[in-house]
């Protein structure tokens, strides 16, 4: 008898509702519904035909623990645990297989002596977004009560961190305002640093139907011509670095045109004037200086019809990394909630802010939790932690000795990935929940392996705050993460009383108070198709900002900061000539894989279709580069030998890569440039030298 099942999609933050036809255990097939609230009846192809990785034979069906770890730690053992460590089954040359009784009473062991050894501040947890919200509030409660440590951060630290703290720093709140479906609503859509066909496909459905319908214009900026720009009145290739310029400028011509909502403005808003003064006395923020930057002066005539379509129309502005992992990411989001403040174009229907987050919970991650500067519910911690580059620094040092990662692959996404696995090796134990054996669990000391989305129960958050309660579409017998940490914290304090996820559920929900609140699962169940976007109460809140934001005094607070000359613009500034083998790498995805391809790699139906990351390059360069496979070098470390594709589509001296395949060694390239605000990797731009193979 085959089954149909309703749950959510385990990729994207798009948080795509699906159904699956299920039969004896095995998932047949995976589609959208109709009515589908979020896909509207269409799927990518990963949510779609990436679902194979659930069955794959390379599974972590079991526990593990390295043979080095045991011997190291052999004569230390407790009794019990030493009598047991010696019979042991062999899995492989450098596992053993292990009971899971053993194995979580043999993690607790060891928390507990480097805890007691080293203190508190020895350990860290790194995190929670490729699991549902109960596993990352477990997680974040697990660092914070039971290791009694302030460490602990997700995978929003290479992503959208710059989007929380800039829009929560000039409205309070750090989520996207509007429903997707609100794209049919609207009059005018900017896309800015999204490759929105390639990550979010089914918002990018919506973007391209307004488009072609005519009932929304659309501008696309980007450092390369992408997919969606076909559909686009306005597409406007920018230098790499150049957001916050871009960004400022428009500011520039909605001022100097005087084209600012003043109503909104004056009942809403704080520091305008001070902030106007700013922009128009900006040596920088005037378009006419686009026309210095060569290869780029047609900008000084496009940004002025972007903003003006966008002060003058009803708009909404998507954004995805392309505008966060750079030097001054959380700036440029404030940059972008100006405008929306100065036009008007927030608090409304049709109009709004909508960073497209990465992960399919990254948005539940940080709302519970997970991150060193909030507690659950961005609550003021008692005690604030560091983020991930941070941690990296410490383990050099020798202060963390500890690590827990759940779901994420820390020894492959991260940047700087030489300093990375230096500070790995400095570790007394890594402890690893995980689907399959990836770079950092093939680091870990002890594995456990847990179930999929597709096999649990759990409440996942999209981009545009959605929660969905998901159900399981197949019966495993592998743990839940947060069972994996409720086991290990009975045997450390024994104060995660909890049965099944809907205990844990419960109290989350009351944790993340002002958003989750009314999120029972009865209502959630009631509510599966469509989802609730929080706040919720009794009701749940599609729009937010109606009417004032959500700061202390309601009002949101303009800041100015001035874009900093450097790199590619500098260069092209004042003339200087590229050396032959240089350029400035971006990065990105492809559609067929997401992030570090932890599932999709195991997706044969995905994997055959893109399986080794290639680099783009202008066809002018290609006389230049003089090969079809090439090496990159930068000052932190060099790539694999990687495929070469010219095109039409990419500026000259730039390039452009993917970086799913571990292989491949991309993030070997990125040093510790990030954000200055909140940490986040310049994974946008970096020189590199290019070496013919």
């Known amino acids: 008898m085959i089954s149909d099942i309703n749950s959510v999609c385990t990729y994207c933050g798009v948080g795509c509702?699906?159904?699956?036809?299920?039969?004896?255990?095995k998932i047949l097939k995976i589609y959208a519904q109709n009515d589908g609230y979020v896909s509207q009846g269409k799927l990518c192809i990963k949510g779609k035909s990436g679902f194979d990785f659930v069955h794959s034979p390379t599974r972590i069906r079991n526990c593990r623990v390295k043979k080095s770890f045991i011997e190291n730690n052999l004569e230390a053992l407790p009794r019990e645990l030493k009598a047991r460590a010696k019979t042991l089954k062999e899995f492989d040359?450098?596992?053993?297989?292990?009971?899971?009784?053993?194995?979580?009473?043999?993690a607790a062991w060891k928390l507990l002596e480097i805890k007691e050894k080293y203190g508190r501040h020895a350990f860290c947890g790194m995190g929670g977004a490729r699991t549902s919200c109960e596993s990352s509030y477990m997680f974040q409660k697990f660092v914070r009560v039971a290791m009694e440590s302030p460490h602990v951060d997700n995978c929003a630290r290479v992503c959208h961190s710059p989007s929380l703290k800039g829009m929560k720093t000039a409205i309070g709140e750090g989520a996207a305002t509007n429903p997707y479906d609100d794209i049919f609503q609207t009059q005018n859509i900017i896309v800015m640093g999204s490759n929105t066909t390639e990550a979010h496909p089914i918002v990018a459905n919506r973007i391209i139907k307004a488009a072609r319908d005519k009932t929304a214009s659309l501008s696309v900026i980007d450092v390369r011509q992408i997919q969606l720009g076909k559909f686009a009145q306005h597409e406007m290739v920018i230098p790499y670095e150049a957001n916050l310029l871009v960004l400022n400028m428009m500011a520039y011509v909605i001022l100097s045109e005087k084209l600012y909502n003043n109503e909104f403005i004056d009942t809403r808003c704080k520091e305008f004037e001070s902030y106007k003064e700013s922009i128009l006395n900006d040596e920088f923020a005037n378009p006419e200086y686009m026309k210095n930057i060569e290869g780029y002066e047609i900008l000084?005539?496009?940004?002025?019809?972007?903003?003006?379509e966008y002060a003058t129309k009803k708009s909404m502005f998507f954004w995805g990394l392309g505008i966060t992992e750079h030097l001054d990411g959380s700036y440029a989001v404030m940059a972008i909630v100006n405008l929306a403040m100065m036009t008007g174009n927030i608090g409304k229907t049709g109009a709004g802010l909508m960073p497209l987050r990465g992960q399919n919970n990254v948005q539940g991650a940080c709302d519970t939790g997970c991150l060193p500067y909030f507690d659950p519910d961005y609550k003021t911690p008692k005690e604030i932690g560091l983020m991930t580059p941070e941690l990296i620094?410490?383990?050099?040092?020798?202060?963390?000795?500890?690590?827990?990662?759940?779901?994420?692959?820390?020894?492959?996404?991260?940047?700087?990935?030489?300093?990375?696995?230096?500070?790995?090796?400095?570790?007394?134990?890594?402890?690893?929940?995980?689907?399959?054996?990836?770079e950092i669990t093939q680091k870990a000391d002890i594995v456990f392996g847990v179930k999929s989305a597709y096999e649990k129960v759990g409440v996942y958050v999209n981009a545009m705050r959605r929660l969905h309660l998901s159900q399981p579409l197949v019966e495993a017998n592998m743990p839940d993460d947060w069972e994996v940490l409720r086991d290990i914290e009975n045997k450390i304090t024994g104060n995660f009383v909890y049965e099944n996820s809907e205990d844990v559920w419960n109290e989350a929900k009351e944790a993340v108070g002002t958003r989750y609140s009314g999120a029972t699962y009865h209502k959630l169940s009631k509510n599966r198709n469509r989802g609730m976007q929080w706040p919720i109460a009794k009701e749940d809140t599609p729009i937010l900002h109606l009417e004032q934001f959500r700061t202390e005094d309601g009002k949101g607070t303009f800041y100015y900061h001035q874009y900093q000359l450097r790199e590619q613009i500098e260069k092209l500034v004042k003339k200087q000539t590229f050396a032959k083998n240089e350029f400035y790498l971006t990065t990105g995805r492809t559609i067929v894989h997401y992030n570090n391809a932890a599932q999709t790699v195991q997706s044969e139906n995905l994997n055959s279709k893109y399986d080794k990351d290639i680099v783009l390059a202008s066809i002018e360069d290609k006389e230049r580069i003089g090969s079809e496979h090439i090496i990159l070098k930068s000052p932190y470390g060099e790539s694999g030998i990687l495929p070469v594709k010219y095109v039409k589509t990419i500026k000259p001296n730039t390039l452009f890569t993917t970086f799913h395949h571990a292989a491949s060694k991309v993030n070997f390239l990125f040093g510790d440039e990030c954000d200055e605000l909140i940490m986040t990797a310049r994974f946008k731009s970096v020189k590199v030298e290019v070496e013919s193979v």
Do not use: C, W
């Open 17 to 25: 509702d699906i159904t699956a036809q299920v039969q004896d255990n």
């Open 93 to 106: 040359e450098t596992y053993f297989e292990t009971p899971y009784e053993f194995t979580t009473s043999l």
């Open 300 to 308: 000084s005539e496009q940004i002025p019809h972007v903003a003006r």
């Open 393 to 438: 620094d410490e383990m050099i040092a020798g202060k963390i000795k500890a690590m827990y990662v759940m779901g994420e692959d820390i020894a492959h996404i991260h940047p700087n990935q030489n300093k990375v696995h230096n500070a790995l090796k400095n570790l007394e134990v890594i402890i690893s929940n995980e689907l399959f054996m990836n």
